[in-house]
Structure formats: structure tokens, C-alpha cells
């Protein structure tokens, strides 16, 4: 028997039910031969229940002799598999034999523990068809086809069937993902080199993770920059995974999750062709992963997902360092691969591009780049020479340059743990009524636990334990031991002669004589070409203006990129990272509206060569189909009012046409090109789509920026040559004029359309948000206590042995475990919340589009319209609360008993088409996420967004009391920020009531202004008073404004909502700082002056009469040990109070938009 039949046959194994997996092993050709070896060696012959096989190894897990241990009989060790994965609580509460198979089961969530009831899994008399698979022989194969597909089957069959629980006792983790995980520890007990009669592995978890020396994501001019960074991140990761999946199976990699990941689904199809028929029948529409995207059906195979830190459980030691190096070296071999097609790309094409230009045209070329020599052409010469070694291959000489750059793109890093100690036996039985304390001990020196573990219960309640139970405290430990080796890094950047990057500063910009090398002179002398000043500035220019001409649409000219952002930039189209996929790229012209197209086709080319360079306007947008800036910023305002959208390219391509003899023929088809591709924000695209049918491409958010469309047109190097050198020429003036004519008829086209000086697309959104306190459900330090996810009634309570007493104590006291199935299950189950809901919310229900999902994780881009609704919306799907929108349930149960109850889980309505109707996972009810949002207006660098987006959320949303916070920030045009701090749970009661602008429109926003101004001088946070309120109502009451109580009344009530909940936060925070000094100070006392020891005794008596003192008292004395809470003071009310008014003007202004179109 080989690897890979041992990992299948462990794969199909089901806890107390060993007849379904052996059924399903006897129909699969792949096993045939060595089915009788699989069965001895999983141990079928011996005593099938696991807890007894445990106890069958008392003597040898008693004894903790590591010699002995090895030396377990092999279907013992098989088995503990199992064991392991399902961890001691499983494994001490054994569930009753279930007679009747038509009652419905419980199922807990992992971890709130809400419940719902499941059907009963009929594996045996409703099993999937698996005619397809079972003939095949390579037992690789249809381990894969097993993995990936018979848990999606089994649901197609029977309804729920991914929640039924591997255990019936503690029903908290699906029966799919405990299988999963014990397939991934038999095949680190038994590697591909293990033989039978040879002592199993110990299995090691090793986490890898990168990141780039230098900014790779915030180093990004265009939105497009941006995109790729963040996405190149998520396909290296995933290149990663897929090559540790290649040789140890998908089940391996335990973070991410490779499950239902449609990037690894795209990689499993290029490799197994004839799995494409089984993911089409996983969705409603019938079309594979790849299918789909070409379909724009889903965008998921271009938005990133996989983290950047990557978990996988190997065998034994050497194994670990051999998968650490193996990885660092894959990671730059992958990175290296697709900058080697992108460097290989260029010098074809710019050499392709200069051979097809006429000596006429070259010139053109170089008195655009040099307008200062048009008239001493000898200048020019050394730049004619230049051109015409760019046209031979032989005079590119930048490979150094290239390697040494992408050589060093990034910092990786890794470690690995055992689980367990790997001298010591996997599991230990009670003997005599005591377990042995030595190899308790040195699990937990393995393992250091920041909880007691095991506590006093489990010791006196439990029969047996694994290393199962150490999982979580091995996956904190972790991420520590990762942080201690990045803390010794020592990373070398090469040097960087001559001009650098435009866009980071950082590295060389590149150009093809650039030759980076060290040489030697034909006298021996030897010359170091990396150092000095690099080529010279005008070489660079001419360079990266010629870049502009052979890839028009994807550098503007004035640009200068290093190595690093090349790739990263052109990365999915000519880097090969689509085609890797699976995905076509078809480099085609874009569609023209019928009103340019016909303009453009009446008048005669002037060359073919003009033909050929039009074709070459390529919509990179397109296919990445990812929209750029303005298309967010403008896509909920063009879904209500497409009429609006149209009006204003009517009026642009109108004044154009009044200019259009000032720009070239390829220019005027820039221009037309580039405002009429479709946005790609579905929504928006739809509604333009219905609303004009006929319609030829779309409306581009593009056409309401001149600086973006100046950009796109190749027009900005034109305006920097002429500017920077005061150009006076007719030819000159005219370049100039070009960008003046663009910028004054957007101008214009905005006023007739009646925007006035504004613009639908002024403004965008920015959000980042991320789970609070992940790494502590995972140690089990927020996991709440057993009662909560054990099913009493499930226990099998028959035995002798077992004390009702201690089990009471065990449920009440003891907090859960989280052990390997329930935390793959967790990784499993969170792709529905960052793949699937996500997704959904953001890009079905709004105008968004998904910048990265994966986890607990979240960037995304929105219009300034739905960020309120937008934030009700994803904290509601990450904590499983009701669905603003009603889309969702959040209480559909079996359990008609309890009707009404949420159960962590979000199940789709019957209007939504795109999702699986079945339950899809939330963290459950206590679960909270905090959000940095920036709210940044056009002219602000994108640089600039995303440095004050990674600080609202890290620095201020998350330094918020007990986190759930939300930072918001609005970046004004000049530079000046508003920042306002909201706890999350007052963002409902805060919407009630800032919906109302609809009734009240420019009426409420300077009411607002107002309180912002008076509040904090006329009220304080008091114990009870609710000053805010009452305040603000005599600050609205005199007002003339009788129409507008009931807003009056809904503000209030948020006011008070305010004050409790800062109140509350200032009271906790004071009697910890007061409560924490006073107690050192006591402990200190030999230190301390008798002045101190007093005054300590002192405050902790006045804290235990709290009440007696006015809490401005309590804050004024803790103010003196720590700074206060975050977002708790007046000023920040009045902060939250502008970000409201300025949202609310933004909204109002829109509506008076639509109004000025009516009239």
C-alpha cells in the first residue's frame, strides 16, 4: 500500500460507523489490491470503538517509555489518527449508538455554541454516484476527487448534510473536515517513505510566511498597481499550497483552507481535465470555475484570498527543514518565472514596435520626448543611436538588474513545532486512577499553554488524552516562535545606481543598458557597474515614453518602475499568471459607442500603421475586471440615475467633437475608447445595461476625471515635457493645450449636466476590517465553557466508570479545546463567510468590489452611498445577526421548538440565485470585527489612502475599548483629515436615525454642525444624566424646525446610547487602572514609601464604595495612570457628529442632482 491509498482509506473512515467507509473502499478499483493490508492496518480487525483501542494502549502510553512507544502495533497507531483529530473531549464523551437513523441530530456552532437541527446523514441508503471515480487506478487521483467533491455530493443528496457532525456528543465539528484532518495526520504518522513494521512519524506543523522588503502594495500610483499587489500576494501563497498539495495532499496545508478555494479549483482542473464536468455540476449555472469568470458570473479567480502565512503539518523534523527551504526556494522560483515572461515581453514588443515605425515617425518619437532639441538635431543623435539599439536584442543588457532585484523581493520565514513531544507517546491512558504527570509536563513544554491545560476537571473527569488537545496552544505558540525569528532578520536590498523608481523611490528604475555587473577590462582591471550614476536621465525618458507607445493604456510616459512593480503591474497578462489558471488572454480592441465609431470609421486612416497601434488600446480593466477609481466612486449614483450618466457623456463627447481636430486620430480613439468600456461594477453596469439596451460597452467612470482620462490618453507625459521645458513651439503649445482642452470640457460637462463644480465621482471609500481576537478562539482563551457545545442527551452515560458528579463539574468549569478537526472545520467554515458572503454583500448587494477576502479579513472599495448600509450588512454576516436587508436568515432551524433563535449561520433567501441554499457559516453571536474606512476624495495619492487606511484600523479602530470599533476618516483634496471613532454596536442605532436625510435633505447637516460645536461645552458624561440629550434637545427645540421631531427624538436616543456606552468604558477603565496600581503598590510595599502603601489602601477601600464618588472623580484619578479610552471624550463625539454632517451634505447633494435633471 502506498501514500496515497493509506491518506484515501483514512479519508473515508466515519467515527462509529466503520461499515460506510469500508463500503465505499470495496467499490474503489484504486484499493483493491491492497484492501485486505489497509484494513489490518487501520486496525478493523481489533475493537472498533477508538476509545477502547486507547485504552487497549495503557501500558505503553502509561508507561511513557519512548522506546515502547514507538513500538505501538501498527493498526494501534493507524488508528490514532483518528483519535488525534478528534481530540480527548470527543474521545472521553463517547455518544450513544443512534438506533433510529430518521431522527433529526443537534449540531453546536464551534464557537458561540448556538444550535440547529440537521437531518439525519443517510450515508448507506442515499450515497452519491461515484461511477466516475471508482474504476480509476492512480489512488492519488481519487483521494482529490474524494476530497474535494464527496462532501458537496453528499449535499447535493441530502440537505445539510456539510454541518452533520463527525460526533454526536459534541456535535461542533462537520463530519467532511474531521475526516480531512485525519487523512492529513496519517499522512504525516506515515510518509511516503514509511513501511510496514516501521515506527510511525511524529507530526511536525510548520508555518511559512513572506512579505516584501519593500512597500509591494502601497507602492502604487494606479488602482491597477494596487490590485496586483495585493492580488500577487494571494496567487504566490496559493502557488505555494498547491505545491505542498502536490506531494502531501490539499489536506495538509491547514491554513488557508484549500477547500472550495476557486484558485485551487482552477489548478485542480488544469490538472485533472476531466474534473470539469464535477465543478460545473457544484454550481447552479452549470459552469466551471474558469467558465464563469470568462462569463463575468464571478471575479473570485482575480481577487485575492490566501494570506500570506501558511500552516501545514508535515512528518517529523527533518521533514520540517526540508519543507522550510523548499519553500523560501519555490516562492522565488515562482516570483522569478512570471518577471522572466514579463522582462522576455518587453524587449519583443518595444523591439517589435520600434522595427514597424518608419524613420519619419521615429523622429516624431524623439522630438515628442525632446522638445527642447527640435531645433539642433545633433543633440538628438546619441538618442537616434539609442533607438536603434533598442531594436537589437543582443544591446538589452538588464538581466543582472532584473535578478538582482526580483532576487530579493522578499523576506521569508519559517519554523515548525512538533505536536507533541516527539519522545514521548501520542496519547496517554489513566493508570490507577492518576495520569502520569511527566508526560502531561512535557506536552505542555512543548506546547506552552497560555491557559491551564489540562485544568483540574479534565484531570479528574477524562480517562485519556492525546497531543489533540494541545492543538490550539501549538498554534499560538506559533506565531510567537514566527515573530521571534522576524525579529532576526537580516535582509540585504541591492544598491541602486542612477535614477530610481517614480513611484516608490526604492531600486533602480530599470532600462535595458543598465548593465548591473561586475566585468573585467580586457587589461584585468575590474569594474563594478553597480555602483555610480546608471544611465542617463534622458535615456530614461526616451526609454519609458517608448514604453508608453508599445503598451498604450498601461504606462502614461512619464513613469519610471523597477523591476518589482513591472512585474507586479503586468503580471496577469503577460507574466503568465492567467494563463496558469486556465484563463485566455485575448488582447482585443474595445467596442466604440455608434457615435464615435462612426465618426472615427468616415474618415480615412492616415497609415496602416496608425490601424495597428489603435488596436493595440487595450482594457486592462477588463481583464482583470477590476474597475478603476472613478467607476467606484460613480457606480451607486450611474445604478439609480443611469439617465444622469448618460446626459453627461452626451454633453462630453459634444464638446469634445468641438475640439477633436486638436488630437490625433489614435487620441480621439483613446478618448471615445476609454469612456465607453463598461465599469465593471456589476450593479452598475446592469442598470446601464437595462436602461439602454442597445447600448454599445458601457459608461466608464474614467470620462468624470481629466486627470485619469488625461492619464489614459498617454496625454500627461505630453504636458510634463512641455511644462518642464517652457516649450514655446506651435507643436509644444499644442500638447499642452491638449491636456487644458480635456480638463475644461470635463469641466464644463459636469455643469451642464448640472453637477456645478462637483462631481459624482469626488469622492470613494476605502475599508479595511478584520476579526477581533482570532488567535484566542483558536488557543481556546475565548472559547466559551464545554456546557455549551456538548449534547447531554448524546452521551453515552452507561458505563461503570463514568461519575455524573465530575461530568456536571467538567461541563460547567472547563473552557473548550479548540483540537485539529474543529479548528480545520473553523478554516473550512470561514470560506463561507470571505468567499461567498463577502463577495455577495459587496458586489450583488452594492456597488463594491472585493479587494481581498480571505478569513477574517477584508478590504474592499465602495461608493461614499453604501458604506452605512455596507457595515450593517458585514458585521451582521461575520456575527450571524439578522440581515438588514431581510435577504438572509439568520434562524432557520430544524428544531421547531426553537423558531426565532439564531444559529450562526446565514441561510439564503429564495431571490438569491448565486449562493447555495444551504447554511452558510458566521463567527457566530459574541463575535465582534473592528474597521479602519477611508473616505478619500480624488486628488488625494493613493499611497496616502492606503497608509491612513492600515493606520485607522491597526492604531485607532482596534484600540478602541475591547475592540469592535470602527475608525472613520475623510482625506480632503488640500491634505486636511476628520477622523471619527464609533464603538461598532452603536452603528445601528446611529443609522436609524441618519437614514431620516432623505425627509430633512440640507436641513439636518447643519443642525449637526451645530451640536458638533456646542455639545462638548455644554455637557459632560455623568453617572446617569444623559446631559447630551437633553442638551441637544434644547439646542434642536429651538429651532424652527417643528417638522423634524421625530429625527429630533432618534438622535437623542443615540446621544444617550453614546453617553452609556462611554460611560460604561470609562468606569471599567478607571476601576482597572485604580484596582491594577493600587495592588502593585502593595506588592511592592518594601519599595514603597509609607505615603504610597497608604494611599493604595486607601483607593482600593474607596473602589469596593464605588458609587460614593461621581465617576468625574474616578476619571480625574485614573487620568494620572493611564490615558483615556479611545473615542470616549465630547471631542469625539462632536467628531462623529461632523463625519455624519459631511456624509449626510454628500448624500443631499446628490439628491439635488437628480432633482435640477427632473426640472
Not at 515573530?483 to 535614477?499: C, F, H, L, M
Not at 468604558?1065 to 476601576?1071: D, I, V
Amino acid at each position: 500500500m502506498n501514500f496515497y491509498q493509506r491518506k484515501l482509506y483514512a479519508l473515508l473512515q466515519v467515527p462509529n460507523l466503520p461499515t460506510w467507509g469500508d463500503n465505499l473502499a470495496s467499490q474503489l478499483e484504486c484499493l483493491q489490491s491492497d484492501l485486505p493490508q489497509l484494513r489490518e492496518w487501520w486496525g478493523e480487525n481489533n475493537e472498533q470503538n477508538s476509545g477502547i483501542i486507547g485504552r487497549q494502549a495503557q501500558d505503553i502510553g502509561s508507561s511513557c517509555d519512548a522506546d515502547l512507544a514507538t513500538n505501538i502495533d501498527q493498526p494501534i497507531a493507524a488508528r490514532l489518527a483518528q483519535d488525534i483529530g478528534s481530540s480527548c473531549d470527543r474521545l472521553n464523551l463517547p455518544p450513544i449508538q443512534r438506533t433510529d437513523n430518521t431522527q433529526p441530530v443537534t449540531v453546536h456552532h464551534p464557537i458561540s455554541g448556538q444550535q440547529q437541527q440537521v437531518t439525519q446523514l443517510q450515508l448507506l441508503d442515499n450515497a452519491p454516484d461515484i461511477s466516475q471515480i471508482q474504476h480509476e487506478t492512480d489512488a492519488k487521483k481519487v483521494f482529490w476527487w474524494f476530497w474535494r467533491f464527496y462532501p458537496e455530493l453528499l449535499a447535493n443528496n441530502q440537505q445539510n448534510a456539510l454541518l452533520f457532525p463527525a460526533h454526536l456528543a459534541i456535535p461542533d465539528c462537520p463530519l467532511h473536515s474531521h475526516q480531512s484532518t485525519v487523512s492529513a495526520l496519517t499522512g504525516a504518522m506515515f510518509p511516503a517513505t514509511w513501511q510496514k513494521g516501521e515506527p510511525h512519524q511524529t507530526p511536525y506543523l510548520l508555518v511559512f510566511t513572506f512579505s516584501p522588503v519593500q512597500e509591494f502594495i502601497k507602492s502604487s500610483r494606479k488602482f491597477l498597481d494596487f490590485w496586483a499587489g495585493s492580488y500577487l500576494l494571494h496567487y504566490l501563497s496559493s502557488r505555494l499550497c498547491w505545491h505542498i498539495a502536490q506531494q502531501l495532499g490539499p489536506d495538509a496545508v491547514i491554513i488557508p483552507s484549500l477547500w472550495s478555494q476557486e484558485i485551487i479549483d482552477a489548478l485542480i482542473m488544469q490538472k485533472y481535465p476531466d474534473f470539469a464536468s464535477n465543478f460545473a455540476h457544484l454550481q447552479e449555472d452549470g459552469k466551471n470555475p474558469v467558465q464563469r469568470f470568462k462569463d463575468k458570473i464571478s471575479t473570485s479567480l482575480s481577487t485575492a484570498g490566501f494570506p500570506n502565512a501558511i500552516t501545514v503539518l508535515v512528518s517529523g523534523e527533518a521533514e520540517a527543514k526540508h519543507w522550510g527551504k523548499f519553500l523560501k526556494d519555490t516562492l522565488t522560483t515562482e516570483w522569478v518565472k512570471i518577471g522572466t515572461q514579463v522582462k522576455s515581453h518587453i524587449r519583443t514588443q518595444v523591439i517589435e514596435f520600434l522595427d514597424q515605425q518608419t524613420p519619419e515617425k521615429l523622429e516624431e518619437i524623439l522630438t515628442e520626448v525632446f522638445p527642447e532639441f527640435k531645433n539642433t538635431s545633433d543633440k538628438l543623435d546619441p538618442y537616434r543611436r539609442e533607438l536603434q539599439l533598442l531594436k537589437q536584442q543582443c544591446c538589452w543588457e538588464w538581466r543582472k538588474l532584473w535578478e538582482a532585484q526580483l532576487d530579493y523581493t522578499w523576506e521569508p520565514y519559517w519554523t515548525a513545532i512538533p505536536l507533541g513531544n516527539p519522545e514521548k507517546p501520542l496519547a496517554i491512558n489513566k493508570n490507577n486512577g492518576n495520569f502520569d504527570s511527566a508526560w502531561i509536563s512535557s506536552q505542555t513544554e512543548i506546547a506552552r499553554p497560555i491557559v491551564d491545560l489540562p485544568d483540574e476537571w479534565e484531570t479528574k473527569f477524562y480517562t485519556y488524552f492525546n497531543v489533540g488537545t494541545w492543538w490550539g496552544s501549538i498554534q499560538q505558540r506559533l506565531r510567537i516562535c514566527l515573530n521571534d525569528v522576524k525579529y532576526t532578520r537580516n535582509w540585504q536590498i541591492s544598491t541602486a545606481p542612477g535614477e530610481r523608481s517614480s513611484i516608490s523611490g526604492q531600486f533602480s528604475a530599470l532600462h535595458p543598458q543598465l548593465n548591473y555587473q561586475v566585468t573585467t577590462t580586457l587589461t584585468g582591471k575590474t569594474r563594478d557597474l553597480r555602483q555610480g550614476s546608471g544611465v542617463a536621465a534622458g535615456s530614461l525618458r526616451l526609454f519609458w515614453f517608448v514604453m508608453s507607445k508599445a503598451y498604450p493604456g498601461l504606462f502614461n510616459g512619464s513613469e519610471k518602475l523597477n523591476a518589482l512593480e513591472l512585474t507586479k503591474r503586468m503580471a496577469w497578462v503577460y507574466g503568465g499568471v492567467a494563463e496558469s489558471l486556465g484563463i485566455p488572454i485575448v488582447l482585443t480592441e474595445d467596442p466604440l459607442p455608434d457615435e464615435a465609431a462612426a465618426e472615427l470609421e468616415a474618415e480615412p486612416e492616415a497609415s496602416s500603421q496608425n490601424l495597428q497601434q489603435t488596436n493595440q488600446i487595450i482594457d486592462y480593466e477588463k481583464l482583470i475586471r477590476f474597475p478603476n477609481l472613478s467607476s467606484i466612486a460613480v457606480a451607486a449614483f450611474a445604478q439609480a440615475h443611469p439617465h444622469l450618466i448618460q446626459a453627461y457623456r452626451r454633453n462630453l463627447y459634444r464638446l469634445f467633437k468641438q475640439h477633436k481636430s486638436k488630437f490625433s486620430r489614435l487620441q480621439q480613439r483613446a478618448f471615445y475608447s476609454k469612456t465607453s468600456r463598461p465599469s465593471h461594477i456589476p450593479n452598475a453596469d446592469k442598470a446601464i445595461k437595462e436602461k439602454f439596451p442597445d447600448i454599445k460597452g458601457g459608461y466608464n467612470g474614467v470620462m468624470f476625471s481629466s486627470k485619469w482620462l488625461i492619464d489614459d490618453m498617454g496625454l500627461q507625459e505630453q504636458e510634463r515635457i512641455a511644462a518642464s521645458n517652457n516649450a514655446n513651439s506651435s507643436n509644444d503649445q499644442n500638447k499642452r493645450k491638449q491636456v487644458e482642452i480635456i480638463r475644461e470640457i470635463v469641466q464644463q460637462a459636469h455643469q451642464a449636466t448640472g453637477f456645478g463644480d462637483t462631481s459624482p465621482a469626488d469622492w470613494w471609500v476605502i475599508l479595511l476590517a478584520d476579526g477581533d481576537g482570532m488567535g484566542d478562539y483558536v488557543s481556546g482563551k475565548k472559547l466559551n465553557i464545554y456546557r455549551d457545545y456538548v449534547e447531554e442527551d448524546a452521551v453515552d452515560k452507561s458505563s461503570a466508570d463514568f461519575n455524573e458528579n465530575l461530568f456536571t463539574e467538567f461541563l460547567n468549569k472547563t473552557d473548550k479545546r479548540m483540537g485539529p478537526a474543529t479548528h480545520v472545520g473553523l478554516n473550512r467554515a470561514l470560506l463561507d463567510f470571505s468567499n461567498r458572503l463577502v463577495p455577495y454583500l459587496t458586489e450583488k448587494r452594492f456597488c463594491g468590489r472585493v479587494i481581498y477576502s480571505g478569513g477574517d479579513d477584508v478590504m474592499v472599495v465602495l461608493p461614499i452611498e453604501d458604506l452605512p448600509e455596507y457595515l450593517l450588512s458585514l458585521r451582521a454576516a461575520w456575527s450571524g445577526g439578522d440581515d438588514p436587508k431581510r435577504e438572509f436568515e439568520s434562524d432557520r432551524n430544524g428544531d421547531t421548538t426553537k423558531s426565532n433563535t439564531p444559529t450562526g449561520y446565514w441561510y439564503p433567501g429564495e431571490e438569491i440565485t448565486t449562493l447555495a441554499k444551504r447554511p452558510h457559516f458566521t463567527m457566530g453571536s459574541n463575535a465582534t470585527m473592528s474597521a479602519g474606512v477611508v473616505i478619500a476624495h480624488k486628488s488625494v495619492p493613493l499611497p496616502t489612502v492606503l497608509e491612513s487606511l492600515w493606520t485607522a484600523e491597526s492604531d485607532r479602530a482596534k484600540r478602541i475599548a475591547d475592540k469592535d470599533g470602527i475608525c472613520f476618516r475623510v482625506i480632503y483634496g488640500g491634505g486636511n483629515q476628520l477622523e471619527a471613532l464609533m464603538k461598532g454596536e452603536l452603528l445601528e442605532s446611529w443609522w436609524d436615525w441618519v437614514k431620516k436625510y432623505e425627509f430633512y435633505q440640507e436641513n439636518l447637516s447643519p443642525l449637526l454642525y451645530r451640536l458638533a460645536e456646542e455639545l462638548p461645552n455644554r455637557a459632560s458624561i455623568t453617572d446617569n444624566y444623559h446631559l447630551f440629550s437633553k442638551a441637544a434637545k434644547v439646542i434642536m427645540e429651538s429651532r424652527d424646525s417643528h417638522k423634524q421631531l421625530d429625527v429630533f427624538k432618534l438622535i437623542e436616543n443615540w446621544l444617550d446610547d453614546w453617553e452609556d456606552w462611554a460611560k460604561k468604558t470609562l468606569e471599567k477603565w478607571a476601576r482597572k487602572s485604580l484596582k491594577e496600581w493600587a495592588e502593585k503598590i502593595i506588592e511592592q510595599r518594601d519599595r514603597k514609601t509609607p505615603q504610597e502603601i497608604e494611599q493604595a489602601v486607601k483607593t482600593l477601600e474607596q473602589i469596593e464604595e464605588w458609587n460614593q464618588q461621581p465617576l468625574e472623580h474616578w476619571v480625574k484619578e485614573a487620568k494620572k495612570l493611564n490615558p483615556i479610552p479611545v473615542g470616549t471624550q465630547p471631542e469625539d463625539l462632536a467628531k462623529l457628529l461632523r463625519f455624519t454632517a459631511f456624509w449626510i451634505d454628500n448624500r443631499v447633494e446628490r439628491w439635488q442632482w437628480k432633482e435640477k435633471a427632473s426640472d
